[in-house]
Nanobody, 127 residues
Framework: EVQLVESGGGWVQPGGSLRLSCTAS????????VVWFRQAPGKEREGVSC????????YYANSMKGRFTASSDNAKNTAYLQMHGLKPEDTAIYYC????????????????????WGKGTLVTVSA
């Protein structure tokens, strides 16, 4: 069974850090670029980052640059999103996805290009 399972979400105070994990099973995760999306309450889904598999090049949305870092551990079939300097506006459900192909063109990928989705993990940033 193909699965992507996110974990690591939770509550954190402004300025805090969290590391999200995205663990894959049932397919060769290292053959797919990894995309992170998020969706805040009452807002549309937005792209967070995209990490290509050919050389690990990663793109970030402007508001996340310098604060978020995407990475992966192929031996564990797991991708990560390290988040520092969290702000209340970062509150959202964070989703990882496996993108068809090795490459990213930008931090945002069309949902039509997503092969597999995770179910999301909630991040809440508040005092």
């Amino acid at each position: 069974e193909v699965q992507l399972v996110e974990s690591g979400g939770g509550w954190v105070q402004p300025g805090g850090s969290l590391r999200l994990s995205c663990t894959a099973s049932g397919f060769h995760f290292d053959e797919y670029a990894v995309v992170w999306f998020r969706q805040a309450p009452g807002k549309e889904r937005e792209g967070v980052s995209c990490m290509g598999r050919h050389d690990g090049s990663t793109y970030y949305a402007n508001s996340m640059k310098g604060r978020f870092t995407a990475s992966s551990d192929n031996a564990k079939n797991t991708a990560y999103l390290q988040m520092h300097g969290l702000k209340p506006e970062d509150t959202a459900i964070y989703y990882c996805a496996a993108l068809n192909g090795y490459y990213c063109l930008d931090y945002y990928a069309s949902p039509q290009d997503v092969a597999y989705w995770g179910k999301g993990t909630l991040v809440t940033v508040s005092a």
